[in-house]
């Protein structure tokens, strides 16, 4: 008998064939198979969508239609989603196997969110690493924010809001209305996921302005103006740090990942 499903993990796509390695991560972070995998495509060409359809199982669902973006494909994966909990992966990282399907349901069954790190990569090196003990204190609002795709959840808590879609920062303008409602949250210091370097908020200088000045308007909306300039200098200096920290001392990514037979089921 097919075991239920308790967690669905939220993958948008568009034109990343690398897609089929993120998809392969989930099947090795899901050792107690009940995670059901949402990809929600915003119109890829052909080839894409025929890379994704073989990699499906009974179970997953898969949503190929124009959206207005990466946040409108979250915003889309949440309204179908219909598991207890919540995770998300883009389509050009994947899940260490550190952090498992097992670990995420055990934390979430006493918890509200789970939250463990990310490393962010180019190439073969780690680049930075986003921690998750910060979000267990509750300072994703004065910019030490939670590694978004390390963080499970509650379906009831998640799907409580949206992404808007007018906010370039529109994560984490949603993940600070979320720990806005004081949320129990469990962390880890594994690595759950490694995530791919070089996307839309890092093509240019103008691009990185104009989402550092969105950032600002949003700590000043949530916080207040007075400490939005104070939790936009955390966020940049703990970037900046953890970059430096990590040119000093070089990772590879492979130090980072447990094939699935060594990957621990044990609960953080």
């Known amino acids: 008998m097919t075991a239920p499903k308790q967690l669905t993990i939220i993958l948008p796509s568009y034109n990343d064939a690398r897609i089929a390695e993120a998809i392969q991560s989930v099947r090795r972070f899901d050792d107690i198979a009940t995670v059901k995998l949402l990809v929600v495509d915003g119109g890829s060409k052909s080839e894409i969508q025929d890379l994704i359809r073989p990699l499906m199982r009974p179970g997953d669902v898969f949503v190929c239609e124009r959206d207005r973006g990466i946040f409108d494909a979250l915003n ?28 995420v349901v055990s934390a979430l069954a006493h918890h509200d969110l789970f939250v463990a790190g990310t490393a962010h990569f180019r190439g073969d090196r780690v680049r930075r690493v986003t921690h998750a003990l910060p979000s267990r204190f509750g300072l994703v609002p004065f910019g030490m924010n939670n590694p978004h795709f390390s963080t499970f959840g509650r379906a009831a808590l998640l799907r409580s809001d949206r992404f808007d879609l007018a906010v370039m920062a529109a994560d984490i303008d949603y993940f600070i209305r979320i720990f806005a409602t004081k949320p129990r949250v469990a962390t880890t210091s594994s690595i759950a996921t490694l995530m791919a370097e070089g996307g839309f908020s890092t093509q240019s200088y103008r691009v ?22 104070f939790a936009l200098l955390v966020k940049l200096g703990s970037k900046s740090l953890s970059v430096v920290y990590y040119k000093l001392f070089k990772l590879d990514c492979a130090a980072l990942e447990r094939p699935a037979a060594a990957a621990s089921a044990t609960p953080p």
Do not use: H, M
């Open 208 to 229: 990185i302005l104009r989402i550092n000045r969105q950032l600002f308007a949003v700590y000043a909306k949530r916080l207040s103006a007075v400490f939005a300039p």
């Open 76 to 103: 889309k994966g949440l309204e179908r989603c219909d598991t207890a909990y919540i995770g998300w992966l883009g389509s050009d990282d994947r899940f260490s196997g550190q952090v498992t399907a097992a670990d």
